[in-house]
């Protein structure tokens, strides 16, 4: 029997390849080492699971040992890899040895905590994974008063949700605008009227600078420009940053992530990367789309067929129920914009030099128009 195709990580990424393989080859032996359990979850949902009131079990789609026995995997769930050789092709972990045909990192990415100093610091939790959730929602559940570290995509969708759900919340952002790395100013603008109209404060040009615990088990928070607040829990959104220690470890080339190419290929023969921890050509993707992308051109890699990864102009959904906002292809500070505001919300078009439609904005119910301003897209 030949050795197996060797995935670090049970993420999205990895069950997305392990399901694009399955569906060309029934039989190719694959192994999957994971430091959870590998339950298969959708992770875009833990932004929604305050308002659904969902524990960390609900949102379980199959457990680790069901996924693996549907799709003939063999799972060495809650386990580390300690070290691996690529010139000998093995995977370490426990004092074993595991033998590899094909190595894939899908190791992901890990929540950043920005600096903080405090006794109350280590008190600051995160919610990039379905652990994470389960060690920190008893918390959240219990807290009338929720700071959020960040303001980008991810901390306006919990902060929306938590503030559905009955808490009071506040957002720090050290942009001047929420969003910034996603929307325009006339964007984010809107969409801070309107959480602020739902009783979220936003603290802008502002960063955490040190949190404190009270004798009555709250938080206190001091920011940089000497403002404090009262809160019961605190987290941290405040971007992601590529699991890439294994793979710089192993002696693979890794930059913001873990280089690979248009074919997920590394610098090493035989090992590949792709999801959150992958940096291809230059850019780190951490959307679901540009992973489903991956795993087909990886899955197709893998079985021996030419396969190249070409993106579309792609779409981004903001998880804001009052407030819908779609993002679609991309535009930067030398775009010009056609902007139209109307009852039926904002619809902005960018265009380059040479007068081509290369990204768009739409919100509220102007969302209904994404798919066919996508098709558009240069």
């Known amino acids: 029997m030949s050795d197996p195709i060797i995935i670090i990580g049970s993420g999205f990424a990895a069950y997305q390849l392990i399901k694009n393989i ?14 959870d359990d590998g339950a298969e979850y959708n992770k875009p949902d ?13 949102l ?9 026995e549907q799709y003939n995997v063999t799972l060495h769930a809650n386990t580390w890899v300690d070290n691996i050789n690529i010139q000998d092709k093995c995977v370490y972990s426990n004092g074993q040895a595991h033998r590899y045909s094909k190595l894939v990192f899908a190791t992901g990415a890990s929540a950043f905590i920005p600096p903080v100093a405090g006794n109350g610091a280590r008190h600051i939790v995160t919610l990039n994974s379905l ?21 980008g995509l991810i901390g306006i969708e919990l902060a929306m949700d938590l503030q559905s759900s009955g808490k009071k919340v506040l957002v720090v952002e050290p942009n001047s605008r929420i969003l910034s790395n996603v929307a325009p100013d006339f964007v984010a603008l809107k969409l801070e009227q309107q959480l602020i109209s739902n009783g979220v ?4 040009n502002n960063i955490v600078d040190s949190v404190s615990t009270n004798t009555d088990k709250t938080l206190c928070v001091t920011t940089k420009t000497g403002l404090q607040y009262q809160v019961d829990c605190i987290i941290s959104a405040a971007g992601l940053r590529p699991n890439t220690h294994l793979a710089q470890q192993a002696g693979v080339a890794v930059n913001r992530g873990i280089n690979v190419d248009s074919q997920l290929r590394t610098s090493a023969t035989d090992v590949y990367a792709l999801g959150d921890c992958a940096e291809i050509n230059g850019k780190v993707m951490a959307y679901l ?9 990886l899955a197709k890699t ?10 579309p102009a792609m779409m981004v959904k903001v998880k804001t129920p009052s407030y819908p906002i779609q993002v679609g292809g991309v535009f930067n500070a030398d775009s010009t914009w056609k902007v139209d505001f109307s009852s039926q919300g904002i619809r902005a078009e960018a265009f380059d030099e040479q007068h081509n439609l290369t990204g768009f904005v739409v919100t509220d119910s102007n969302v209904q128009h994404a798919f066919s301003l996508l098709r558009k897209v240069a």
């Open 131 to 151: 652990d994470e959730y389960r060690r920190a929602q008893h918390d959240i559940n219990h807290a009338d008063t929720v700071l959020i570290i960040g303001g």
């Open 60 to 68: 379980v789609q199959q457990s680790g040992a069901a996924f693996a």
């Open 201 to 204: 404060e936003l603290i802008l």
């Open 302 to 311: 893998l079985l021996g067929q030419d396969a190249q990864l070409n993106f």
């Open 22 to 35: 399955r569906r060309q080859d029934e039989q190719v032996p694959i192994e999957v080492f994971t430091g």
């Open 289 to 297: 789309q540009p992973i489903v992308l991956s795993a087909n051109t």
């Open 46 to 58: 833990l932004s929604h699971v305050f308002t659904k009131q969902q524990g960390a079990d609900a």
